[in-house]
């Protein structure tokens, strides 16, 4: 009787392994097409902005003025504010991020562990529109009061209220990562550590973080992705206005905003306002590809070092 009952079993699974491969491979390939739909549908409608504007023009203008009656599309000051909003926001959230992750996995004890990873992970969970209305009507003002105590002008928009609140967005995001990296490292290599007199904050600066560093610097590039493609806290903290500035305290925007700025509402599309939307969306798709590929470079290089 168990010798049926094996029997079954086996053309059971010489029956459903070869269903179960095939929806796998079919997931992956619907997966990779409708990446490849995607990319073909922009730099198609790409393609038909540099039909009517030139690609250098489009690169290395400093004016963006898509509704002025000789239009202008220049991306510098669009992405002059991104990386001006990226970079405030990953210099908050990357040491608080690391640091609370370093805490949780190496010195928090279980039940700080347990009340202090989901309160930290619940700020993932406030929708950016929230966000937005903080910085608008919380943050912004203080920055703006705090600058008037010292004579210095702050805009009621600023890159610094929208990038600080960005951070804050993205804090538990690197904070998560990083920690379930750190946890990945063997527990051998931190007891062979503690065996060569090693200290505590000797063995995580010399052994731990540089076994889970990989890990690390792709929670920051996922970061940085996250906070470069943020529309509504930009919207509603920095404004839309396109000024090409480095001034943190001046109002800024950025390419994902005028993105939805160009498609909002009814839209003619054969008229370079609307298909320059297209184009800043390519644009910013090979900024990020450039991005991961670097990262990758760094991390298996760094890998093939500590290996």
């Known amino acids: ?77 669009l992405i002059t504010g991104t990386l001006l909003i990226t970079l405030i926001a990953m210099v908050v959230a990357a040491p608080l991020g690391l640091l609370s992750a370093i805490y949780l996995a190496e010195y928090a004890s279980p039940a700080a562990r347990t009340t202090a990873k989901p309160l930290l992970e619940l700020l993932a969970g406030i929708p950016t529109v929230v966000l937005g209305f903080f910085a608008a009507l919380t943050v912004a003002p203080f920055i703006r009061a705090a600058g008037a105590q010292f004579g210095i002008n702050v805009e009621a928009e600023s890159a610094l209220a ?44 010399r052994v731990v973080l540089p076994a889970a560093l990989p890990g690390i610097v792709s929670a920051f590039i996922l970061a940085i992705s996250r906070a470069i493609g943020e529309t509504m806290i930009v919207v509603m903290a920095a404004g839309l206005a396109p000024n090409l500035t480095f001034n943190p305290l001046a109002a800024v925007t950025t390419v994902t905003v005028q993105i939805n700025a160009m498609l909002v509402g009814d839209q003619e599309f054969d008229s370079p306002k609307t298909l320059s939307a297209f184009a800043l969306g390519l644009t910013l798709f090979v900024i990020t590809l450039i991005l991961n590929i670097v990262a990758l470079r760094v991390v298996r290089r760094y890998k093939e070092q500590y290996a």
């Open 162 to 205: 929208a990038g600080l609140v960005m951070g804050m967005m993205i804090v538990p995001l690197i904070s998560s990562l990083s920690d379930d990296v750190i946890n990945a490292v063997p527990q051998a290599m931190r007891d062979g550590s503690y065996a060569m007199g090693a200290t505590k904050s000797e063995t995580i600066r």
């Open 1 to 77: 009787m168990s010798a049926l009952v094996e029997t079954q079993k086996f053309k059971m699974r010489r029956f459903t392994e070869p269903v179960v491969y095939t929806l796998l491979v079919a997931a992956s390939v619907v997966a990779v097409l409708t990446t490849i739909g995607i990319v073909l549908s922009v730099a198609a409608e790409s393609l038909r902005f540099f039909q009517q504007v030139s690609l250098a023009s489009f690169l290395f203008g400093t004016d963006w003025s898509p509704s002025a009656p000789i239009p202008s599309f220049g991306f510098v000051p």
